[in-house]
């Protein structure tokens, strides 16, 4: 994306408690059953984990 002429980027994180597993053959990211964000329940804020680092 471009604004005023700077390049601008955005990281995405998505961090998973591993408590569905970590086979992701078995266990995809992608649930299309979880509507409407369709990720797996395992998902965690990854707000509080960069807040910590941040400190």
């Known amino acids: 994306m471009t604004i005023s002429g700077t390049q601008i980027y955005m990281l995405h994180l998505e961090v998973y408690s591993g408590t ?4 992701l053959r078995t266990n995809p990211l992608t ?22 680092i941040k400190k």
Request: charged share 25%; net charge positive.
């Open 20 to 23: 569905m597993g970590y086979n």
């Open 31 to 52: 649930d299309r059953s979880s509507v409407p964000f369709k990720r797996r329940s395992d998902l965690v804020d990854a707000s509080i984990l960069l807040n910590m």
